[in-house]
């Protein structure tokens, strides 16, 4: 099986997205963030290492970036409703069933809302240096689902104690810190970003 490129019309305009996989019951969206695109998660095989674990996996450029139209209901930047209702407009279209979210730097802010306005859409986030979640700080309290953060130790664009704080006030979190990477924990170091995952995963 082989890594797809579709688009689809969302809201009247087209989103590109990248997709591995099938008819499972289980999915993954790889989210990206504002200086890449879908294109960045090929460079690790991440669609293909995660559908071999049994999931659908789903890598959208969001609207306005890469190859996808930009679209003012999704406004990215410091609207996270917007964001989350992409996620969740865009994981019905494709039918995604029992969702994992995979959330680098300031696309974290779209996930956590997600999880907290579409819960029952969503398994787990998992949120890596994130950035932007400033926004919704009051109403991370509010997630009682899996959360992982992950944060690269040599993370020079958001401070370790961001993520720190964020797992303080989710109760359902967990803090993992990745030695060596910087604040791009599954580019820099994608073994074992892959294999902390695999392991969560069995843990919840």
Not at 135 to 158: A, T
Not at 180 to 197: E, Q, R, S, W
Request: aromatic letters at 12%.
């Amino acid at each position: 099986m082989e890594v797809e490129q579709n688009t689809m019309n969302l809201s009247g305009k087209n989103v590109f997205y990248l997709s591995y996989g099938r008819g499972l019951q289980r999915s993954f969206i790889l989210l990206h963030d504002s200086k890449k695109d879908s294109s960045s998660w090929s460079g690790i095989d991440a669609l293909r290492k995660l559908g071999q674990w049994g999931f659908n996996v789903y890598a959208p450029d969001y609207p306005g970036f890469g190859k996808s139209e930009y679209n003012p209901k999704y406004n990215f930047g410091s609207n996270p409703a917007a964001g989350a209702r992409f996620i969740k407009d865009f994981s019905d279209a494709v039918y995604a069933g029992l969702t994992y979210i995979i959330a680098p730097s300031v696309s974290a802010d779209s996930a956590l809302k997600a999880l907290i306005d579409y819960p029952e859409n969503i398994e787990a986030v998992i949120i890596i240096g994130g950035l932007g979640v400033d926004h919704i700080l009051k109403e991370l309290n509010k997630i009682n689902k899996p959360v992982l953060i992950l944060w690269g130790g040599n993370d020079s664009v958001v401070p370790i104690n961001h993520g720190m704080r964020y797992h303080d006030l989710i109760a359902s979190s967990q803090f993992i810190k990745i030695d060596g990477a910087g604040h791009c924990v599954h580019l820099d170091k994608p073994d074992i970003f892959f294999n902390t995952l695999k392991k969560y995963l069995s843990e919840i």
